[in-house]
Each structure stands twice: as C-alpha cells, then as structure tokens.
C-alpha cells in the first residue's frame, strides 16, 4: 500500500478509535474489555479471512524497517510487550495488527490466579494504567504445549516469572518454580524474557538482590536452550542497582535486558489524575513510564559501551517516542498502554513514523540510528 493512502485508511481507523470504540471500552470495566479484546483477536486470528481483513486495515512495512538482533530477523523493530496477551491467546493475529514481534506472558511455573479484582484502573490524563494483575496465566506446562502447536508468523518471546504463591517467599522455592517455567519453555519461540522486576507478586521483586540473582541465574544456566536470553528491569532501580545486575547477568548467559516494566512510585510528575479513588498498589504503564524507561535506556548503552542490546519499552504512543528510544540505544521496542489510549491503527502509524524519521536523518536502515544520541568513549 502507498503512503498516501496508509495515512488515509489510518487516520479514519483514529478517528473511528478515538469516536467509537474508545468512548464504549472505556465506559466499562479495564480487565473486562481486556478479556473480551483477546476473545475479538483469538477468533480473528484463526480464520484466514480474519488475519486478512485485519492485514488490510492495520498492516504496513517498509524495508528500512526491517532488522537482525540476537540473530532473529524482525519485519519491523516494534513489540507488543508482556502482558497484553497473558494466555498467548493472540499470536495468530498479532501479526496481522503490524506488529514485528510479540512477547507472551508472564508465564509462570504453576497456574496462577493472580490477585483478587478489581486489579486495572485508568487514569485518563496521564495516559497511564494502573496494574496489579499478579501475574495471572494458565502456567507453563499448559502454555507450553499451546505454543509447541502454534504457527508463528512473526518472533514470539516468551516471559518467564515466578510463581504469585506464599510458597515462592522461600528463596530456594522461588528459584525452582522460576526454573520450571523456563525449562518448560526452553525449546519454544525465538528469546526468552525472565522478568525479575513485576510489582505485584507477593514478596516484592526478590532478584533484585544480587545474592538472588547470582543464584537464580546460576540455575538457569544449567538449561539448555537455543534461545537468546534477556532479563527485564524495574524503571525503579537506581542506576547503582541497575549496574551491580548488569555485572551479574554479564557473567551468565544473558543477552540482553528490556528498559522498562511499570513503575510503582506515584509521585511521578506525569501522573496528573486525583488518585484518591484508586487503591495504593499496583503499577504504572504508559506516561509515567516514559522519561524512567529512556533514561535507562541510556545509561545501559552508555554503561556498556552499545554492548549490551536493549528492548525500549515505556510510554511509547508515537514515532518520536519510539525514535528517541532508538537513538538512546534500544535496538527493539515493545508497547501496550499507546496502543490501548490510541487504538491498534498506531502500530502502523509509529512504524510508518519510524521509516520518515530515519530518511529523514540520512539512515537506510533502523539499525543504523541505535545509540546515536549517546556519546560513547
Ligand atoms: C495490562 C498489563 C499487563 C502487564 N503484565 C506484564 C507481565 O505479565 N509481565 C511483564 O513483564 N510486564 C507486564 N506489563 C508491563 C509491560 O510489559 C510494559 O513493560 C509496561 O506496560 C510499559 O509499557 P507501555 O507503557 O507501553 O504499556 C504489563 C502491562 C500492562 C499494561
């Protein structure tokens, strides 16, 4: 499809978003019009005549897009992160949405219930989500056998968490469970994501200590898998925090880290709605996230000398967000909560964004502006 004629059909896929759909899902319930999103998607994406039609009103690719990381070829560098689709309920129609990969999850070793609703809150003005799901999913064994007998079209990631249980507060139990569900999915799609950093499990986010990590990662080292590793880190770290686990997963088999997962604290300057209503727990996506998530984002290109490769994801709802993502150092990006405020027409918007942008400042190939912002020694 030309440009013109991209710009078109998205900009009356807006409109009909932003006049239509967005005023009906968001007078109701957040996690209801979530599960009914994943019935919608899971019935298109079974049918050829859905992953069709869906291809026609969302789909774009340019070959400037087009990218090799961790020696996975990607139509395009844009994910839809961990936790839209839990179950990997959706990974025939993701593809179909103009999306260049898809992360399932967070799947954890044991069926996990999460925690008790309501457990997602909106806040309009800061275009933000407040989440505190805990970690729901069908557990590893059941997903596993799901994913083996799925057709991926695109490279699916799988995350990996520990079990949401009171069992898992006993360290050595933890790291068994978390062992589990990486086993158990060793052999399936194309990396895989151990998420130390989700805010609403029971315990915290226990990895985050180093003795944790060391022995976690340990672990997991002694299951064979083909599969890239990365490991996805809490916006909330300090940059000492965040360096002292760098140095850790570098002595293991890491290949990557994903900046960021939601952010707890809510004196956050983008958060701009009375929270008053909403219950102190959970985290957030969107907004918030932004700024927190480019900044590490920085610091890891920086730290490791464009070394290390980096998913950017936080708050990203434009081509410039997902441009200045880029040159900060992310070779990938991943989103939810843009897609969720903007409707599914912005994935093909942010990559057609993303082509303009990058022949614009004289680069061919997306993988030409990584890190060009930061300066390295
Ligand atoms: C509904 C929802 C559920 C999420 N669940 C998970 C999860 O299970 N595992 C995970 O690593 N991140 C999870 N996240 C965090 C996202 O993957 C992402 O890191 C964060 O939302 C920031 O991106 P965004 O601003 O584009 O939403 C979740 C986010 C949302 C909105």
């Not at 009909?16 to 109701?28: D, S």
């Not at 990607?74 to 959706?90: I, Q, W, Y």
Request: net charge positive; with cysteine.
């Amino acid at each position: 499809m030309k440009n013109v004629a991209v710009s078109v059909r998205n900009a009356i896929i807006r409109a009909g978003y932003r006049y239509i759909c967005k005023p009906y899902f968001f007078a109701r319930d957040p996690e209801l019009v979530h599960n009914q999103m994943i019935t919608v998607g899971n019935m298109l994406g079974r049918v050829w005549l859905g992953r069709a039609l869906t291809s026609l009103l969302f789909n774009y690719s340019h070959p400037s897009l087009h990218t090799t990381v961790l020696g996975i070829a990607f139509k395009n560098p844009l994910g839809l992160s961990a936790g839209f689709d839990k179950n990997a309920d959706l990974v025939g129609i993701i593809p179909s949405v103009g999306f260049g990969f898809e992360e399932v999850g967070s799947i954890t070793g044991e069926y996990c219930p999460g925690n008790p609703k309501p457990r997602m809150w909106r806040l309009l003005k800061s275009k933000s989500l407040v989440i505190y799901y805990g970690l729901n999913n069908r557990g590893c064994v059941v997903l596993g056998q799901q994913l083996r007998r799925a057709l991926f079209r695109i490279p699916v990631g799988t995350s990996i968490a520990m079990t949401n249980c009171a069992a898992n507060l006993d360290r050595a139990h933890g790291i068994k469970d978390f062992a589990k569900a990486f086993r158990e999915l060793a052999d399936v799609g194309a990396y895989t994501t151990v998420n130390i950093s989700c805010p609403n499990a029971q315990g915290g986010q226990p990895f985050v200590d180093s003795g944790a990590l060391e022995a976690l990662l340990t672990e997991l080292d002694k299951i064979p898998t083909n599969k890239p590793v990365l490991i996805k880190l809490s916006p909330d770290l300090t940059f000492a925090q965040v360096d002292t686990l760098l140095d850790i997963a570098k002595a293991h088999r890491v290949h990557g880290v994903i900046c960021t997962n939601l952010t707890k604290p809510r004196d956050n300057k983008a958060v701009v709605d009375d929270l008053a209503n909403i219950p102190a727990v959970g985290g957030l996506s969107g907004a918030p996230t932004k700024e927190l998530s480019d900044a590490l984002i920085a610091h890891v290109y920086t730290r490791e000398q464009g070394k290390c490769i980096i998913v950017g994801v936080g708050g990203i709802s434009t081509a410039e967000d997902a441009y200045r993502k880029i040159r900060l150092g992310a070779s990938l990006l991943q989103m939810i909560t843009g897609m969720i405020f903007e409707g599914p027409q912005v994935v093909s918007e942010i990559n057609q964004g993303l082509a303009r942008l990058l022949a614009r400042d004289g680069f061919t190939h997306v993988s030409q502006a990584v890190g060009v912002d930061v300066p390295l020694r």
